[in-house]
């Protein structure tokens, strides 16, 4: 795409050199010699290069092309604004970088740093866009069924409930341990409600300090505090429409939580700041690896809006209670860790690794099972199969051995012949299944953590 520099500069023979020169270099050229015109072709060519000379009528000060510069921001905040200063304003052009200007120039201005500088400014607009398009690609596979993969009762049970929920505008409560995919599951319920074509917008409540979080939620007005020098909307203005992910709500402070509820409740926010409260629609779909239940008991999360927050409440099973849904999982993963690394070839999995990945619990659930096949990934070097060797260490462990003595000695009792009975059946399965404890599970008819407790009841390692 051919990027559009908005040249501004009072002086018509700088606009003419300056335009001469970029065009050479392939750019579309507009231009202005003041702030009004140069609003008006911000909007109407689209330019996301600046080049802005501070010294701008009427005044014919800095002050003035400083001023541009804030508006051309706040306009288009992703904009790459080049500052041009003469030697006596280069405090001023640096305090414009801090709030958001790309870079500055001193005059006189050498023809080819310009050309360096907007060529660098060009190709970070490039990477941001290539980001950007990264991003939507991957929100829009985990919206869909495709990131949704497993057969599992628990999971399928999961899965039902948020394509009921979707249509609805019930707020929605995601519940599971760390790793579960609670924001896949958000990104797939906003996928299939009547939001689908607006903003979904995620913020993690325990990243933020309590006054940062209060401020991103529901903005603030200029001057609302030290740092506030413009005016922000804040996320749930953002979300208007659409759905606000919040994750790890269980973080969030007390006094936050009141302002939460009242949003919740009227639909108003009030920016901080602000004297009059704003209207919104919003979707809100929260999101905790935490036992509300507890914290309401001890008074850390509100009772109130517990319940508001828990519209319908959708729990996630572990990696570990999902039966079966490993092998379809790994290889998902691995799949998709070919992006990252350069000319992989197809990769599957050998039979040997995959009993190892079956063999573990994995207390990271989908995030430490993504983790290990990218590692396998570059392990492998090019290889066009996992193996056993290209598993981290905790994976190699040994799979069960069948133990020995399993027939009950003579005049056992009944309870005692049905324990050895039980372990011997558990011991053959595990054979049968070369230690893969799910399929073992599957093939008795336990559930993984069924089997996990018989086996330790038993001995069985």
Request: aromatic share 4%; net charge negative.
């Amino acid at each position: 795409m051919t990027e559009t520099v908005l040249l501004i500069d009072d002086d018509p023979g700088f606009r003419d050199a300056y335009r001469e020169l970029l065009a050479l270099e392939g750019y579309a050229v507009a231009e202005a010699g003041a702030a009004p015109k140069a609003l008006s072709e911000l909007r109407r060519t689209s330019a996301r290069l600046v080049v802005l000379d501070l010294m701008l009528p009427p005044t014919g000060r800095a002050e003035e092309g400083a001023a541009l510069a804030d508006k051309l921001l706040a306009e288009r905040p992703a904009a790459k604004v080049i500052v041009v200063s003469g030697a006596g304003e280069t405090p001023l052009a640096l305090r414009l970088v801090e709030r958001g200007a790309y870079d500055f120039l001193a005059k006189p201005v050498d023809p080819d740093v310009l050309l360096s500088v907007v060529a660098r400014a060009a190709a970070r607009l490039a990477l941001e866009d290539r980001v950007a398009e990264l991003e939507r690609s991957l929100a829009a596979r985990e919206g869909d069924a495709s990131a949704m993969l497993g057969q599992s009762p628990a999971f399928l049970e999961a899965r039902t409930l948020c394509e009921r929920a979707a249509p609805t505008d019930v707020p929605v409560l995601i519940t599971g341990d760390s790793g579960t995919g609670k924001e896949v599951f958000a990104r797939y319920l906003h996928a299939r409600s009547r939001r689908k074509d607006n903003a979904f917008i995620a913020v993690n409540c325990g990243a933020l300090a309590p006054t940062l979080l209060e401020s991103t939620l529901f903005g603030h007005r200029k001057g609302a505090f030290t740092s506030a020098i413009k005016d922000a909307p804040g996320l749930f203005v953002e979300a208007d429409g659409g759905t606000l992910f919040l994750d790890e709500i269980g973080d969030m402070e007390p006094a936050l939580q009141v302002k939460l509820l009242r949003v919740l409740e009227t639909g108003e926010i009030l920016p901080v700041g602000a004297a009059r409260p704003l209207t919104v629609d919003v979707r809100v779909v929260s999101a905790t690896h935490r036992a509300l239940e507890s914290m309401v008991a001890d008074r850390t999360f509100r009772d109130d809006l517990y319940w508001r927050v828990r519209g319908i409440e959708i729990a996630l099973p572990r990696l570990a209670d999902r039966v079966g849904d490993l092998p379809l999982l790994a290889q998902h993963f691995l799949n998709l860790s070919r992006a990252l690394v350069p000319r992989s070839p197809v990769t599957a999995i050998s039979p040997g690794a995959m009993r190892r990945l079956e063999a573990c619990d994995w207390p990271g659930n989908l995030r430490e099972l993504r983790h290990e096949m990218q590692r396998a990934l570059v392990m492998a070097g090019g290889r066009g199969e996992i193996l056993e060797e290209d598993l981290s260490p905790a994976r190699r462990g040994s799979a069960p051995a069948a133990p020995a003595g399993d027939e009950p000695a003579e005049g056992a009792t009944l309870e005692e012949k049905i324990a050895a009975l039980e372990r011997r059946e558990i011991a053959a399965a595990l054979r049968a299944t070369q230690g893969n404890r799910s399929q073992a599970a599957a093939r008795l008819g336990l559930s993984r953590q069924g089997l996990l407790n018989k086996m330790d009841r038993h001995g069985l390692k």
